[in-house]
């Protein structure tokens, strides 16, 4: 039995164009719903699935209506293989019920995995080479070393609380205390002092 899911991402979006195309490829019944790409809990295509029986195919539009990325799919795929079930994509002429669309489709899983391995590589040589050059990631350190010199003068003399010292240096208490721990000690002894 084929069974269709159709998939829009906001209301205002019609899925009719869909329902026809799944329709007119021969599907008994269709699951539809309205949910966003980037949402990963889809009731309607859960739903789907648990309709679904060994030998059944899952059909949809586009591979993109049932999932946002190419590891995404290739996980669904092969939970639906694990059951018996097959995938069928009315746009990308894919269906892994055949031994050419399996073949296509291993090909698009592969290609998604050299493209991640190729982008994983050339981010950590512009690392490596930021590094080499003394650059280093993350933010730029909001207190200099003056700075925490100056607050810790300021904390030990003990004229001064946490919260004044942050507003000389123009930073937040905690941004202080993430760069003096000890000064939550020092404010927990002043505090506890008579």
């Not at 699951?31 to 859960?46: N, V």
Request: proline letters at 3%; hydrophobic letters at 40%.
């Amino acid at each position: 039995m084929l069974v269709g899911y159709a998939r829009v991402s906001t209301r205002d979006q019609k899925p009719g164009l869909q329902l026809d195309a799944l329709k007119g490829a021969g599907c008994g019944k269709v699951f539809r719903e309205k949910a966003s790409g980037a949402q990963r809990d889809r009731p309607q295509l859960a739903a789907a699935i648990d309709y679904m029986r060994s030998g059944d195919t899952l059909v949809v539009w586009k591979l993109d209506r049932r999932a946002r990325s190419m590891k995404q799919l290739i996980e669904t795929v092969e939970g639906l293989e694990a059951a018996g079930i097959g995938l069928r994509s009315l746009t990308e002429a894919i269906d892994t019920t055949t031994s050419g669309g399996r073949l296509v489709f291993h090909l698009f899983g592969a290609l998604a995995e050299f493209e991640r391995s190729i982008i994983r590589e050339r981010t950590r040589a512009g690392l490596d080479a930021a590094k080499a050059r003394g650059r280093t990631g993350g933010r730029p350190r909001k207190l200099k070393e003056a700075d925490l010199k100056a607050a810790h003068a300021m904390l030990a003399e003990g004229d001064f609380t946490v919260g004044e010292v942050a507003r000389q240096l123009r930073v937040s208490p905690a941004t202080l205390y993430r760069y003096l721990p000890a000064a939550r000690s020092t404010i927990t002894r002043r505090a506890g002092s008579p």
